[in-house]
DNA sequence: ACAATAGCTATGGTATATCATGGGATTTTA
DNA sequence: TAAAATCCCATGATATACCATAGCTATTGT
């Protein structure tokens, strides 16, 4: 049996002067069974960060292994590039982790982070462009709503 | 094995000053047995609360791993807005959970609440804007009946 | 059939635990 | 040995857990 872990809400925690950020215990309560970290890389289309569980990662590395289509090798490459940017953050007592300056760069954050849940992954953005980017998302969303609510009659 | 489980009826509660509510107790009886708390997320198409069990948005992160890959847009967008919004909201001993600012106020909830059973799903909505809905579903309903009920059993 | 009673629910209030965050101390690495 | 990273403790705010009460429902007994 699976066990049920969803990284969900959206909370904004502060980055101080040495670059450290408090994980959402949330987030955190999820990992906590398994480990006390996480792995993060910067997402490939957006200007954010992506965190999963490693577990999550090797999920991703085993559907490549099994799959011969010819999409597959598409795939393989965006994989590369995640595996080649991956990094464990460990998380200490007091729930926190620092993020590497590449990373930051890359989300263009300073000195706050939202957080993000995306079900078995989360994003790490910086506020502003989270809030124009959950904009894009919703109007993108009400204009395709029928499709997002498939289990609405089950 | 599944186990069967629906949330039923229209009940309203009170909500005190620190935004507290009690869940109905048949509510908790269906969660219980699995475990203690509730997801709750703004509804994307009206001005109210929506419910669930953890498991049920879990069926929906399977759903969207098993359509679409790993680097998918749609995915992106779709579990952004979803899992973006979701929290789990435990409730303690005496049954009562207590719901966010940002919950509340997208369906315009001050003292009391109406918890409607939706099946799999359970809505949470300020009692005036739910008696107008309500009014309106049944109006709705009433047009489109005979296209409800098959003919051979008039 | 009616009254007493026991159990549960909703709700108010309070104490406790937890979280995010700041700062200092210690260790590591370049 | 200077800079950076890790660890540990302190603190204020907030959420959680717990206790108490009042009202309702169903049950029991006479």
């Known amino acids: 049996m699976r066990k049920v872990f969803l990284f969900m809400d959206t909370i904004c925690n502060k980055v101080d002067g040495k670059g450290r950020v408090s994980l959402p215990s949330d987030y955190r309560a999820i990992v906590k069974d398994l480990s006390s970290e996480i792995v993060c890389y910067r997402s ?14 090797d999920k991703l590395a085993a559907d490549i292994e ?14 590369n590039l995640v595996f080649g940017d991956a990094k464990r953050f460990p998380f200490d007592s007091t729930g926190r982790i620092m993020l590497s300056e590449k990373l930051l760069k890359h989300a263009g954050i300073t000195n706050e982070a939202v957080f993000v849940g995306k ?21 993108e969303a009400l204009k395709n709503r029928p499709s997002l609510k498939p289990k609405e009659n089950e």
Do not use: H, M
């Not at 490939?44 to 990662?57: A, V």
């Not at 989360?122 to 998302?137: L, V």
């Open 119 to 139: 079900g078995r992954k989360f994003q790490i953005w910086n506020p502003e462009n989270w809030a124009k980017e959950e904009a894009r998302i919703r109007a």
């Open 44 to 57: 490939l289309s957006l200007p954010c960060i992506e965190g999963c569980l490693e577990e999550t990662l």
């Open 66 to 79: 099994n799959s011969t289509d010819f999409f597959s090798e598409a795939q393989d490459n965006l994989t």
